[in-house]
């Protein structure tokens, strides 16, 4: 399969801003995704950026994309305790039949 | 809508033991997949369907089988369980030509 990799934790503080990274590794993306996870519930999208597109803002979600280097971020402005969440970054190719997903990022927010 | 659910949320199986995983969606959704989420590794397709009648294969379908004769229903095979199918199971749908995909709430599958 593709091969599509996020770092484990990320730790910050109420009111921070956080970056959670991924890097993939086909160039032939359609779109890229966001799923945010909480604690035994399914996935739920948060957003998504399309291939051609460099950037992405969504009230407090800033999605930045470098096709050269194959990296996308997803930055939460003014994190919460609610954003504590595991965050999986997905493309899809092609079609949309086809979803690989990263391993997720488990955000910790600190009071 | 209830969306998507699956039943049933935990399961203990003994190896050698079979079971199936429903998967059913109100929605209408013509697309309907499965994906299997272990430690460490994401989630990673098992199969999928585009529609009533026609399923195909993702990333790890061994050990699995699945059929859809319905457009709301994606029941999940495990004809012989092997503790290297323990992990937690989702569900997904979403429209036709659409990147949305909408998740159920999982089951998590423990062969002993």
């Known amino acids: 399969g593709e091969d599509v990799e996020q770092s484990l934790f990320l730790s910050v503080r109420e009111g921070d801003s956080s970056v959670i990274n991924c890097t993939y590794t086909?160039?032939?993306?359609?779109?890229l995704y966001w799923y945010k996870q909480e604690p035994g519930a399914g996935l739920q999208l948060l957003t998504y950026?399309?291939?051609?597109?460099d950037m992405k803002q969504d009230q407090r979600l800033t999605v930045l994309l470098n096709k050269k280097d194959k990296h996308l971020s997803l930055r939460i402005a003014d994190t919460q305790t609610g954003d504590s969440a595991i965050y999986f970054c997905?493309?899809?190719?092609?079609?949309?039949?086809?979803?690989?997903f990263g391993s997720g990022t488990k955000l910790n927010v600190k009071p | 809508n209830a969306g998507v659910t699956q039943t049933p949320k935990f399961q203990v199986l003994k190896t050698g033991q079979s079971m199936t995983l429903q998967c059913a969606q109100d929605?209408?959704?013509?697309?309907m997949s499965w994906y299997r989420q272990d430690p460490g590794m994401g989630l990673r397709l098992i199969h999928y369907s585009v529609g009533a009648g026609i399923t195909d294969q993702g990333e790890v379908p061994n050990g699995y089988n699945v059929s859809r004769s319905t457009t709301e229903d994606f029941p999940l095979r495990l004809l012989s369980a092997a503790p290297s199918q323990t992990s937690v199971y989702f569900c997904a749908s979403r429209r036709d030509n659409s990147y949305e995909q909408y998740f159920g709430p999982g089951t998590r599958l423990t062969v002993t």
């Open positions: 086909d160039s032939s993306s359609t779109y």
């Open positions: 929605m209408n959704h013509e697309y």
């Open positions: 997905a493309e899809s190719i092609q079609s949309f039949n086809k979803f690989y």
């Open positions: 950026i399309f291939s051609n597109m």
